[in-house]
């Protein structure tokens, strides 16, 4: 069974660009959710979708958002990008919502220049 | 706001002895909690997980605690190998969301 997958792996942005992430969850998995990862800060979780809704979302700025689609694939969009945008952004998959593992992609890392 | 601490960025550790990394939380509400190990350019992989209705979970070389009093969890591997170095996260879930502690840098020495 294919794991989660992201593309691209690696991007570089200026500011003021917006940015499309990809992510493919593991087949089946219906639950999706992304998180940023930075230097001392752990993942901080983004949002997260199920069956095309949008059920969960982080302290983050609007200028972050996302959306799933009926095969569960999931993209995450920034725009506007700023300089403290760059980090790792990280998409896991799991089969059903609530406490359960989360399957991880191996991340986009996105620097803003 | 961190519901999640893990205040240990890194710890080192001879092969073969145990490695002991700490998390605390805030929030009593938290009823599942897991562990992540990552790599270097890999996204965590699931090690462990404990539910809040136990007080210890066990697979392989690897122990969870829970101190539900003091809000507090830990992780035990024992015994540590070289291929145990990674980052450790630990998470606390409730209901749809969970939430991740900063991670801590465990090296294994050989």
């Known amino acids: 069974k294919a794991g989660v997958t992201q593309t691209p792996r690696y991007l570089i942005k200026t500011r003021g660009q917006q940015v499309t992430l990809s992510c493919s969850p593991i087949?089946?998995?219906?639950?999706v959710s992304w998180y940023q990862q930075t230097p001392g800060q752990g993942l901080q979780f983004l949002f997260e979708?199920?069956?095309?809704?949008?059920?969960n979302k982080g302290n983050f700025p609007g200028r972050f958002s996302g959306r799933q689609f009926s095969n569960s694939r999931s993209e995450m969009n920034v725009s506007t990008l700023e300089l403290g945008d760059s980090a790792l952004y990280l998409c896991?998959?799991?089969?059903?919502?609530?406490?359960?593992?989360?399957?991880f992609g191996s991340g986009t890392q996105l620097s803003v220049l | 706001d961190q519901q999640v601490k893990q205040n240990s960025p890194s710890l080192s550790v001879q092969e073969g002895r145990i490695s002991i990394l700490n998390c605390d939380y805030t929030n009593s509400m938290f009823d599942y909690f897991l562990w992540y190990k990552k790599y270097p350019a890999e996204g965590p992989t699931f090690l462990i997980s404990i539910s809040s209705i136990k007080d210890k979970n066990e697979d392989g070389r690897f122990t969870v605690f829970l101190n539900k009093s003091a809000k507090h969890l830990s992780l035990h591997i024992v015994p540590s190998q070289p291929g145990d170095s990674a980052v450790y996260f630990c998470a606390a879930s409730r209901g749809f969301k969970t939430i991740f502690g900063a991670g801590t840098r465990l090296f294994v020495k050989a």
């Open positions: 979708y199920f069956s095309e809704t949008q059920r």
């Open positions: 087949s089946g998995h219906r639950s």
């Open positions: 896991a998959s799991s089969l059903r919502q609530g406490p359960e593992k989360l399957f």
